[in-house]
């Protein structure tokens, strides 16, 4: 079997390679010839002005500062919850913990307009704040403040403390706890002289992934920050889409690159102590029911608090679509269908929908194609396998915004010359979506081992059926699974496709970000209204997910 | 008159990474009998197995079933049952689904299928109403173990081969199930071949032992007859009986066999101690201890060393004694004093000769 490697088979799982070397290695260095020798010679003034000006040095430390201080408030925040979930046994557990991945699986751009909707000058606090004490005006000015940026950051990051740190909580035997009790150590010494110190490499690496989407965050930070907070992102975006600043954009993107490189690099080596030397337990082993009043009151008022928190943002931008000047109505969806002159889009809403919908389609087949083919490179090669992984893995780690920067200064001039070629925006979708695809892929095709074909065989399956019966079907969930993931990720895309897409080209994430900038009450409702279809549509193809995964499938 | 074999196995050669693995392999089983293979990991047991499943090539040597030779017969044609180390359960496929799998391929119809399923269900201990339909990923150690074993049953295949199948599980669960197969499959008069490293698995399991040793066959033969008369030091050895003196001279006068060893001169009745010039060993049995004498009462049979350990066994109390020609350990339950020496009587039907 092993021998067929070679020609056709080898040319075909090269494809993977090729299309990672010309959209993202060559964009690469791009950016970086752009950033040194822009017009052909060695030209420091981009480098040197990002060194010199004080504004960069202030914008850089404002990246740095928001993230820590989201990642400390997102750890205090789900730390109860994980808790309570690793400790106690519960009705509904299950389900209040599905609900709880919803916030991180939404499109980021839906989740701006959603605390709009919360707590914006026409939100949902404001309003009730002021019927209550009968003002005139909105009394909670949270725009452009650093404050609504870091509770958007909290609600969308919840979900991976939660999730990392709950479930090896979970695992941890409490007979360790309840030793360090009887030799004498009170409730909190115990939790933190014990449990503390073998949560941490959790905790660790809950925490850096963490600190590194709010470093790159983009679409929230550019939307609810206004024009004066500024991340290195959103400072890559404006010198190259507004300031037409190329030298500048390309020196902030290497700077970029460079940073979240690291942190991905200090992500990985954490995670692989992950497997530290602890003996883990079953759930089953671990947790208890609820019994005591005490303890009934605590996990409920957690539980509220949490559900409450992590639900009102996505409940409150449902109500407010529907909120029109005629009343409660469906006239923001109706309205999705006009294109009215000097409207902020130069396409109908629908238009949009529809755009998006094309290039999520697109999306799906190249990804998922280019993903499996890589993952069963991965899989079947015995050597190198691991840094095959890891090279594929790389897109993970640059900002979408470097990534459609690269590709304007990559392919706008001969040999590559693609400028405002549209079949550009699902390929760089296709290329943040491989890492993920090839991530949900690989778990089920290792499923597929030569035991298994064999265990078939002796069952009496001659080797048509085995592949037929036993490769195929675990195939095909692989499929479907690197499916959804990549068209949930194309549609929800917007740093890439904000500098690539010309506007006939608009997507749903530009439309919304485009309506909210503009004034007046019919743009902000349509805004609403497209991220309740754009969540809507991605928590449809997120639940059909579910149904097929297996266990606890997914690398991550 | 004798019938043929179900399963005749003959001089199977291999060879591993240039190096022999099975050295000319023969041995037969008949319809109805559990045959344990044991040996050591590393003699190629599990290669020897798949072989006969059609899973690997042999590089010599003839597999015969029913008098067939199955040379050209895929594995999927050959109709046996094969019980994976790693059990091999299909990750896509429901508790039930993967039981019918092999019926399926049988074109057994689907009410039959049904039945057979759950009637096998049933037979490894599951209840059908709360398993069939239940994801194997979700299932627990053992009671995955127990789907395998169903999904290897329900095609009702005349040869069952089982590699290691309970070597995942804690020693008293493993004593528990093999109990348990056994009993299932003397029910079920399947013939099956066993590979396993654990002997206490292959006691309880085996009609037939056959030890394997570096490609080749040591001992066979039923757990009683090898354990009472080991061939060779390797089987002795590896059947736990290493109470093993280097015999210095050896000579048999009359009905009588005198061992000359470091630890003192032993005679045994020459017929029952399997006496043969070649043997290099005197195996002290670990009930051999007969009682305690004072000094130089006598000379032969006798063992002087002083106690340097006491253990409580299920049964019994076992005693370590050290002497001028090691430790050895015995079976020994009247009460002594530990650090004390003293001269132990031998009983000479505990005596045996064992081969190099």
Same mark, same amino acid.
């Given at each position: 079997?092993r021998?067929?490697?070679?020609?056709?088979?080898?040319?075909?799982?090269g494809l993977?390679?090729?299309?990672?070397?010309?959209?993202?290695?060559l964009?690469?260095?791009?950016?970086?010839?752009?950033?040194?020798?822009?017009?052909?010679?060695?030209?420091?003034?981009?480098?040197?002005?990002?060194?010199t000006?004080?504004y960069?040095?202030?914008?850089?430390?404002?990246t740095v500062?928001?993230?820590?201080?989201?990642?400390l408030l997102?750890?205090?925040?789900?730390?109860?919850?994980?808790y309570?979930?690793a400790?106690?046994?519960?009705?509904?557990?299950?389900?209040?913990?599905?609900?709880?991945?919803?916030?991180f699986l939404?499109?980021?751009?839906v989740?701006?307009?959603?605390?709009?909707?919360?707590?914006g000058p026409?939100?949902?606090v404001?309003?009730?704040?002021?019927?209550?004490?009968?003002l005139?005006?909105?009394?909670?000015?949270?725009?452009?403040?650093?404050?609504?940026?870091?509770?958007a950051?909290v609600?969308?990051n919840?979900?991976?403390?939660?999730?990392i740190?709950?479930?090896?909580?979970?695992?941890?035997?409490?007979?360790?706890?309840?030793?360090?009790?009887?030799?004498?150590?009170?409730?909190?010494?115990?939790?933190?002289?014990?449990?503390?110190?073998?949560?941490?490499?959790?905790?660790?690496?809950?925490a850096?992934l963490?600190?590194?989407?709010?470093?790159?965050s983009?679409?929230?930070?550019?939307i609810?920050?206004?024009?004066?907070?500024?991340?290195?992102?959103?400072?890559i975006?404006r010198?190259?889409?507004?300031?037409f600043?190329?030298?500048?954009a390309a020196?902030?993107?290497?700077?970029?690159?460079?940073?979240?490189?690291?942190?991905?690099l200090a992500?990985?080596k954490?995670?692989?102590?992950?497997?530290?030397?602890?003996?883990?337990?079953?759930?089953?082993?671990?947790?208890?029911?609820?019994?005591?009043r005490g303890?009934?009151?605590?996990v409920?008022?957690?539980?509220?608090?949490?559900?409450f928190?992590l639900?009102?943002?996505?409940?409150?931008?449902?109500?407010?679509s529907?909120?029109?000047?005629?009343?409660?109505?469906?006239?923001?969806?109706?309205?999705?269908?006009?294109?009215?002159?000097?409207?902020?889009?130069?396409?109908?809403?629908?238009?949009?929908?529809r755009?998006?919908?094309?290039?999520?389609?697109?999306?799906?087949?190249?990804?998922?194609?280019?993903?499996?083919?890589?993952?069963?490179?991965?899989?079947?090669?015995?050597?190198?396998g691991?840094?095959l992984d890891?090279?594929?893995?790389?897109?993970?780690?640059?900002?979408?915004?470097?990534?459609?920067?690269?590709?304007?200064?990559?392919?706008?001039q001969?040999?590559?010359?693609?400028?405002?070629?549209?079949?550009?925006?699902?390929?760089?979708?296709?290329?943040i979506a491989l890492?993920?695809?090839?991530?949900?892929v690989?778990?089920?095709l290792r499923e597929?081992?030569?035991?298994?074909?064999?265990?078939?065989?002796?069952?009496?399956?001659?080797?048509?059926?085995?592949?037929?019966?036993?490769?195929?079907?675990?195939?095909?969930?692989?499929?479907?699974?690197?499916?959804?993931?990549?068209?949930t990720?194309?549609?929800?895309?917007f740093?890439?496709?904000?500098?690539?897409?010309?506007?006939?080209?608009?997507?749903m994430?530009?439309?919304?970000?485009?309506?909210?900038?503009?004034p007046?009450?019919?743009?902000?409702?349509?805004?609403?209204?497209?991220?309740?279809?754009?969540?809507?549509?991605?928590?449809v193809?997120?639940?059909?997910?579910e149904?097929?995964?297996v266990?606890?499938?997914?690398?991550? | 008159?004798?019938?043929?074999?179900?399963?005749?196995?003959r001089?199977?050669?291999?060879t591993?990474?240039?190096?022999?693995?099975?050295?000319?392999?023969?041995?037969?089983?008949?319809?109805?009998?559990?045959?344990?293979?044991?040996?050591p990991?590393?003699?190629?047991?599990?290669?020897?197995?798949?072989?006969?499943a059609?899973?690997?090539?042999?590089?010599?040597?003839?597999?015969l079933?029913?008098?067939?030779?199955?040379?050209n017969?895929?594995?999927?044609?050959?109709?046996?049952?094969f019980?994976?180390?790693?059990?091999?359960?299909?990750?896509?496929?429901?508790?039930?689904?993967?039981?019918?799998?092999?019926?399926?391929?049988?074109?057994?119809?689907?009410a039959?299928?049904t039945?057979?399923?759950?009637?096998?269900?049933?037979?490894?201990?599951l209840?059908?109403?709360?398993?069939?339909?239940?994801?194997?990923?979700?299932?627990?150690?053992?009671?995955?173990?127990?789907?395998?074993?169903a999904?290897?049953?329900?095609?009702?295949?005349?040869?069952?081969?089982f590699d290691?199948?309970?070597?995942?599980?804690?020693?008293?669960?493993?004593?528990?199930?093999?109990?348990?197969?056994?009993?299932?499959?003397?029910?079920?008069?399947?013939?099956?071949?066993?590979?396993?490293?654990? *002997?206490?698995e292959? @006691? +309880? !399991?085996?009609d037939?032992? =056959?030890? %394997?040793? /570096?490609?080749?066959?040591?001992?066979?033969?039923?757990?009683?007859?090898?354990?009472?008369?080991?061939?060779?030091?390797?089987?002795?050895?590896?059947?736990?009986?290493t109470?093993l003196?280097?015999?210095?001279?050896?000579?048999?006068?009359?009905?009588?066999?005198?061992?000359?060893?470091?630890?003192?001169i032993?005679?045994?009745?020459?017929?029952?101690?399997?006496?043969?010039a070649?043997?290099?060993f005197?195996?002290?049995?670990?009930?051999?201890l007969?009682?305690?004498?004072?000094?130089s009462t006598?000379?032969e049979?006798?063992?002087?060393?002083?106690?340097?350990?006491t253990?409580?066994?299920?049964?019994?109390?076992?005693?370590?004694?050290?002497?001028?020609?090691?430790k050895?350990?015995?079976?020994?339950?009247?009460?002594?004093?530990?650090? *004390?020496?003293?001269? @132990? +009587? !031998?009983d000479a039907?505990? =005596?045996? %000769?064992? /081969?190099?």
């Amino acid at each position: 079997m092993r021998k067929r490697f070679f020609s056709g088979q080898a040319l075909l799982l090269g494809l993977p390679l090729w299309f990672l070397a010309l959209f993202y290695f060559l964009p690469f260095g791009a950016i970086l010839t752009y950033a040194f020798f822009p017009q052909g010679a060695l030209e420091l003034s981009g480098v040197r002005e990002l060194f010199t000006d004080a504004y960069y040095a202030r914008v850089l430390g404002f990246t740095v500062w928001q993230a820590a201080l989201s990642t400390l408030l997102t750890v205090l925040a789900a730390l109860p919850a994980a808790y309570i979930f690793a400790r106690y046994q519960f009705r509904g557990q299950t389900l209040v913990r599905a609900l709880t991945t919803l916030p991180f699986l939404m499109p980021t751009i839906v989740i701006a307009p959603a605390f709009i909707a919360l707590f914006g000058p026409r939100g949902a606090v404001n309003t009730f704040l002021m019927n209550l004490l009968h003002l005139e005006n909105a009394p909670l000015q949270l725009l452009d403040t650093i404050w609504i940026i870091l509770l958007a950051h909290v609600f969308y990051n919840y979900t991976i403390v939660f999730r990392i740190v709950g479930d090896f909580w979970s695992k941890l035997d409490p007979q360790l706890e309840n030793a360090a009790r009887v030799l004498g150590a009170g409730r909190w010494r115990a939790f933190r002289e014990i449990t503390l110190p073998l949560l941490l490499p959790a905790l660790a690496a809950a925490a850096l992934l963490v600190f590194i989407f709010d470093f790159t965050s983009f679409g929230v930070i550019l939307i609810l920050g206004g024009a004066r907070l500024a991340t290195l992102e959103v400072e890559i975006y404006r010198s190259a889409a507004n300031l037409f600043d190329l030298n500048l954009a390309a020196a902030l993107s290497l700077l970029q690159i460079g940073l979240t490189l690291l942190l991905i690099l200090a992500y990985t080596k954490l995670q692989a102590r992950l497997a530290a030397p602890v003996r883990l337990r079953p759930q089953n082993v671990t947790r208890r029911p609820v019994k005591t009043r005490g303890e009934k009151i605590f996990v409920a008022l957690n539980l509220a608090a949490m559900l409450f928190f992590l639900l009102a943002p996505l409940g409150v931008l449902v109500l407010q679509s529907l909120v029109t000047p005629q009343g409660i109505g469906f006239a923001n969806y109706t309205a999705l269908n006009a294109n009215p002159r000097g409207s902020a889009l130069f396409i109908a809403p629908t238009d949009a929908i529809r755009n998006s919908l094309l290039f999520a389609s697109v999306t799906v087949a190249f990804a998922v194609a280019l993903g499996l083919l890589a993952a069963y490179a991965i899989v079947r090669t015995r050597k190198g396998g691991g840094a095959l992984d890891a090279l594929f893995l790389l897109p993970l780690a640059t900002s979408a915004v470097t990534l459609g920067f690269g590709y304007i200064v990559a392919f706008s001039q001969p040999p590559f010359d693609f400028r405002a070629a549209v079949w550009l925006i699902p390929v760089a979708h296709t290329l943040i979506a491989l890492p993920l695809v090839i991530r949900a892929v690989l778990p089920l095709l290792r499923e597929i081992k030569p035991n298994i074909q064999e265990a078939a065989a002796m069952l009496g399956a001659s080797p048509a059926r085995v592949f037929r019966e036993i490769d195929l079907p675990i195939v095909a969930r692989a499929v479907l699974i690197g499916a959804v993931f990549a068209f949930t990720l194309s549609l929800g895309e917007f740093g890439a496709t904000t500098l690539l897409a010309r506007s006939e080209w608009t997507t749903m994430p530009l439309a919304i970000y485009r309506l909210l900038g503009q004034p007046g009450l019919g743009n902000y409702g349509q805004a609403l209204a497209l991220s309740v279809l754009l969540m809507l549509v991605s928590a449809v193809a997120i639940a059909l997910m579910e149904r097929v995964r297996v266990g606890d499938a997914g690398e991550f | 008159m004798q019938s043929a074999p179900l399963l005749a196995v003959r001089q199977i050669e291999k060879t591993y990474a240039n190096a022999a693995l099975l050295r000319g392999i023969s041995f037969d089983a008949a319809a109805g009998e559990i045959v344990c293979v044991l040996g050591p990991s590393g003699t190629g047991k599990t290669t020897l197995l798949r072989i006969i499943a059609g899973l690997e090539q042999a590089a010599g040597g003839q597999i015969l079933f029913r008098g067939m030779d199955l040379q050209n017969v895929p594995p999927h044609a050959r109709g046996f049952g094969f019980m994976f180390q790693d059990l091999a359960l299909f990750p896509h496929k429901n508790v039930a689904q993967n039981v019918a799998f092999g019926l399926r391929m049988k074109n057994v119809s689907a009410a039959e299928t049904t039945a057979r399923v759950h009637e096998t269900l049933a037979l490894v201990g599951l209840d059908p109403a709360a398993f069939a339909t239940r994801d194997v990923n979700h299932l627990s150690g053992g009671e995955q173990q127990r789907v395998a074993l169903a999904r290897t049953l329900a095609p009702r295949p005349p040869l069952i081969l089982f590699d290691e199948p309970l070597g995942a599980l804690d020693r008293g669960l493993r004593e528990e199930l093999s109990a348990e197969l056994r009993a299932l499959l003397k029910r079920l008069q399947a013939t099956a071949l066993y590979v396993t490293h654990d *002997q206490d698995e292959a @006691f +309880a !399991l085996a009609d037939r032992l =056959l030890l %394997l040793n /570096a490609g080749c066959i040591a001992q066979s033969g039923a757990p009683v007859e090898v354990y009472q008369k080991p061939a060779n030091e390797f089987v002795a050895r590896f059947m736990g009986l290493t109470n093993l003196l280097e015999i210095r001279t050896s000579k048999i006068q009359g009905a009588v066999c005198r061992v000359e060893t470091d630890a003192g001169i032993f005679v045994l009745d020459a017929l029952t101690a399997a006496a043969d010039a070649t043997a290099r060993f005197l195996l002290l049995r670990p009930k051999a201890l007969e009682r305690i004498v004072a000094e130089s009462t006598r000379d032969e049979n006798s063992l002087r060393g002083r106690v340097v350990e006491t253990q409580f066994r299920a049964g019994h109390q076992q005693i370590i004694v050290e002497t001028r020609a090691g430790k050895f350990a015995f079976e020994w339950d009247a009460a002594i004093e530990l650090n *004390q020496e003293y001269i @132990f +009587a !031998l009983d000479a039907q505990a =005596l045996q %000769l064992v /081969a190099a």
